[in-house]
């Protein structure tokens, strides 16, 4: 994983994150993507080959078809950007 920031004297911030993926993105870690995601007040996005998509819809998540052993970035920008970077990017480290 590869990580950077970028906050300013407000309490907006801006944090991204790449994960090389386990496992196929498919329903079951999509869907713990989009509970997840949904629990931030930042608006995070999910980035993989050229495409960004909400990460709060199972489906949006499904359709962006990464595949094991890819890269997808996790980006976040809000008062809790950090902490829904870092929850997402767990959940993809470890998607089965």
């Known amino acids: 994983m590869s990580t950077s920031s970028d906050s300013t004297a407000t309490t907006t911030a801006s944090h991204e994150i790449a994960v090389v993926l386990p496992a196929n993105l498919h329903a079951r870690p999509a869907?713990?993507?989009?509970?997840?995601?949904?629990?931030?007040?930042?608006?995070?996005?999910?980035?993989?080959?050229?495409?960004?998509?909400?990460?709060t819809g199972v489906l949006s998540v499904m359709?962006?078809?990464?595949?094991?052993?890819?890269?997808?970035?996790?980006?976040?920008?809000?008062?809790?950007?950090?902490?829904?970077?870092a929850a997402l990017a767990d959940i993809l480290a470890t998607a089965e």
């Not at 997840?36 to 998509?53: H, I, K, N």
Request: proline share 4%; hydrophobic share 40%; glycine share 12%.
């Open 31 to 55: 869907g713990q993507l989009a509970r997840a995601a949904a629990g931030f007040t930042s608006t995070v996005q999910l980035e993989y080959d050229g495409r960004t998509v909400n990460p």
């Open 63 to 85: 359709g962006l078809g990464a595949t094991a052993q890819s890269t997808v970035t996790v980006r976040a920008e809000g008062p809790d950007a950090e902490q829904a970077v």
